[in-house]
């Protein structure tokens, strides 16, 4: 196995056990014992795994350095996941063939390649792992803002005013919000907070895909406020009272049933750990 598969393999494998030793590893690898210590030295070397005594354990569960203060996809990825699916399926419906449309990074968003392979749009997305999924599985045209890459969040993001997404418009954008109030839309992060205003001013109608427990959260920044949102996109799970006082500010009020058994539906397997990690592996393919 050539050095950087094996590298990949090996943290594939990190993410599904959390630790290994090197004697496990050498078994799983079918490598040498001088050969597994050689790529943990290596890996490790990159940031992308912690040397143990013995062995090696995965990174990603602990906090890195210049994250962004929004949890992570890894974490929100695995909640509440009928019913984003369910809610991303619906917004996939929404879309026409040869419109432009933009997405921004999150769980629910993600969700949505599922439902666009069949497609034909132009996206712009500062998702990587969503424009990297629909590059593979779709025909669908994909634009990806410059910027830094922020893995735990799974975005692309710019500190500054004058990047791609300033010569693109969209007839909507769909976006996953971390909190949604009478105030508005809400976020953790002052620089997604930059970033997706500057998403929003190039879309003419706004469509937020907010799980039922989106309502609950709050934050200490408003991304925009409700006369901004076209439609909301949630739930059966949500009360009569939140849908009720949304319409009554002009919002179009969408709730859909959450999805059964992910798998069920034939859902692509994603795990989180993985795709993290090889997307940061991408220099290894070079």
Not at 127 to 144: D, H, K, P, Q
Request: net charge neutral; aromatic share 6%.
């Amino acid at each position: 196995m050539v050095n950087h598969k094996r590298r990949k393999r090996l943290l594939k494998l990190l993410a599904e056990h959390q630790t290994a030793t090197v004697q496990q590893l050498v078994e799983w690898l079918n490598a040498s014992p001088a050969t597994v210590r050689r790529d943990i030295s290596w890996l490790a070397g990159r940031n992308l795994l912690t040397r143990t005594r013995g062995g090696a354990e995965n990174l990603l569960p602990k906090t890195r350095q210049f994250s962004l203060t929004s949890e992570t996809f890894q974490n929100n990825i695995q909640c509440f996941a009928a019913r984003k699916r369910a809610i991303a399926r619906h917004a996939a419906g929404m879309c026409t063939d040869g419109e432009t449309i933009i997405i921004n990074g999150g769980t629910t968003t993600f969700m949505m390649a599922e439902f666009l392979t069949d497609k034909h749009l132009k996206i712009l997305t500062n998702s990587f792992l969503m424009a990297e999924r629909l590059l593979v599985s779709s025909e669908n045209e994909i634009i990806v803002p410059g910027g830094r890459v922020y893995r735990e969040q799974n975005v692309i993001l710019s500190p500054f005013d004058n990047d791609i997404t300033q010569h693109h418009y969209a007839t909507k954008m769909f976006m996953s919000v971390y909190g949604l109030s009478l105030l508005g839309l809400m976020e953790a992060d002052p620089l997604l907070i930059q970033a997706e205003k500057r998403l929003i001013s190039q879309a003419e109608e706004l469509v937020v895909l907010a799980d039922s427990s989106k309502f609950a959260r709050k934050a200490g920044l408003i991304l925009c406020g409700l006369d901004r949102v076209s439609t909301v996109i949630t739930d059966t799970n949500a009360s009569d009272k939140a849908v009720q006082l949304l319409e009554q500010y002009g919002v179009k009020v969408v709730t859909v049933e959450p999805d059964g058994d992910p798998i069920a539906h034939n859902a692509p397997r994603y795990s989180a750990p993985y795709d993290l990690q090889s997307a940061a592996l991408m220099e290894l393919s070079h």
